[in-house]
């Protein structure tokens, strides 16, 4: 197999898979151009890094009995063609797996769906096509669509989550993509603060907190989607 382009590790993680201590690979790579991107330093796959896949290998070997999983994040780890090879290695360990991805690429996940055991899907704006493509910088709604039902379908653990960018999200886009994942029959659901990114020095933390103002619609998430709560 030609070896996972890693971008960075996080050795220890409570957080990027619910209820599961992990460790978290970041891979190179991702086509899309969110706004509020904190990984955009590795969206471009440049191999050369500090880190290396043997590395992160020899690494989990160590921690086999202290840490359960190993969540593939990124970037968008669907954009890399070994992933399906790196998560069977991984396993082989006798990790669970976690994995972060934007459904950019439905026919990657469905191939490498049955080896995961839960997945966190960025739903970037409501599913309207111009919208979508406001915050991703390309028109691939539709393979975010895909990538949802198959989910719906696989019966994997998953849940749905929005980056709430006041500077693109609106209490409106929140109302909107909440009854959507509703009549989808989508059962998680959660709201992710935005933290302004570098380059943004204008946004501040009270900006960061209006979406999320509406009581009315922090009691509709409360009451239709499972432990719902707003990640800070
Ligand atoms: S999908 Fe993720 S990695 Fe890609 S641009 Fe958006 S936030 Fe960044």
Not at 33 to 42: E, K, T, V
Not at 98 to 105: C, D, E, I, S, V
Not at 133 to 144: H, S, Y
Request: charged share 30%; aromatic share 10%; with cysteine.
């Amino acid at each position: 197999m030609s070896e996972i382009v890693v971008g960075g590790v996080e050795k220890f993680s409570a957080v990027d898979f619910p209820g599961v201590l992990s460790a978290v690979v970041f891979m190179q790579g991702c086509p899309w151009r969110c706004p509020f991107c904190h990984n955009a330093s590795i969206r471009q796959i440049v191999k050369e890094t500090d880190f290396s896949w043997k590395k992160f290998i020899d690494f989990l070997k160590t921690r086999i009995g202290k840490l359960d999983a190993v969540t593939f994040s990124g970037g968008e780890p669907l954009v890399q063609d070994s992933l399906g090879d790196a998560i069977r290695e991984v396993k082989a360990l006798g990790y669970k797996i976690g994995l972060h991805t934007g459904g950019y690429r439905p026919e990657h996940l469905a191939k490498i769906l049955p080896l995961v055991d839960w997945v966190g899907l960025d739903i970037k704006a409501p599913f309207d096509a111009a919208r979508y493509k406001e915050i991703v910088g390309v028109d691939q709604l539709d393979r975010v669509l895909k990538s949802l039902d198959m989910l719906i379908k696989s019966g994997v653990d998953f849940e749905c989550r929005t980056t709430c960018d006041p500077r693109f999200i609106s209490t409106a886009d929140l109302w909107q993509i909440a009854e959507e994942l509703k009549n989808k029959g989508i059962k998680k659901y959660f709201l992710q603060k935005y933290r302004p990114i570098e380059t943004d020095k204008a946004t501040t933390d009270d900006d960061c907190e209006k979406p999320f103002a509406d009581k009315e619609l922090l009691d509709y998430l409360k009451t239709n989607f499972e432990g719902f709560e707003i990640r800070r």
